[in-house]
């Protein structure tokens, strides 16, 4: 079965640095994207940022220009560079791969990690 296990969650004081990683495993088939989500408590979870097999990324307003998506096809994992990081960015972060067949497209969650930013 699919397996997505994250790493990289932490303790950081605002305008540090991290780098999360997913590494996903048990897909007979391509991720055609694998993102990353992040859910603070008490809100919704909310997009931060997408990467296509082909290289296309996609980023939420709030973390453009500070977040790098990137990823290793040959690995099937995914890493987030966040640097100046925000309080309000303290969360639990969330790793998500997408399988598209002919039928239908198969969505994929990790367990998610805690990024936790200090004031």
């Known amino acids: 079965h699919v397996q997505l296990v994250e790493s990289g969650g932490d303790l950081v004081q605002a305008g540090g640095s991290l780098r999360l990683s997913c590494a996903a495993s048990?897909?007979?088939?391509?991720?055609?994207?694998m993102g990353w989500y992040r859910q603070a408590p008490g809100k919704q979870r909310e997009l931060v940022a997408t990467?296509?097999?082909?290289?296309?990324?996609n980023y939420a307003d709030s973390v453009k220009g500070r977040f790098t998506i990137s990823r290793d096809n040959a690995k099937n994992t995914v890493y987030l560079q966040m640097s100046a990081l925000k309080p309000e960015e303290t969360a639990v972060y969330y790793c998500?791969?997408?399988?598209?067949?002919?039928?239908?497209?198969?969505?994929?969650w990790g367990q998610g990690t805690q990024v936790t930013v200090s004031s």
């Open positions: 990467v296509t097999t082909g290289g296309g990324t």
């Open positions: 048990g897909s007979p088939f391509r991720f055609n994207a």
């Open positions: 998500n791969a997408v399988t598209i067949t002919p039928l239908r497209s198969y969505g994929f």
